[in-house]
């Protein structure tokens, strides 16, 4: 039981250092989601945005944490 409350501080901790990375260093992240790759379409009364490249990134860099974590642990 305390292996999976340490995971899930661990995990709490994670979340909260990116919060602060995007609420302090927003700016710097303008560019994500308005990727080539990402759709968007826009008319009157209607919007539709599907950030398909920045999903992949995101997923591409998790994966990659997931994995230098069990390497490491």
Not at 7 to 14: A, E
Not at 44 to 51: C, T
């Given at each position: 039981?305390?292996?999976?409350?340490?995971?899930?501080?661990?995990?709490?901790?994670?979340?909260?250092?990116?919060?602060?990375?995007?609420y302090f260093a927003?700016?710097?992240f303008k560019w994500f989601g308005r990727l080539p790759g990402d759709i968007r379409i826009e008319?009157?009364?209607?919007?539709?945005?599907?950030?398909?490249i920045s999903m992949l990134i995101i997923s591409g860099i998790i994966s990659l944490l997931v994995w230098l974590f069990k390497k490491l642990f």
């Open positions: 039981m305390k292996e999976i409350a340490r995971m899930m501080m661990v995990g709490g901790g994670i979340i909260m250092l990116i919060g602060l990375t995007i927003g700016s710097y008319k009157p009364g209607f919007n539709f945005y599907a950030p398909i």
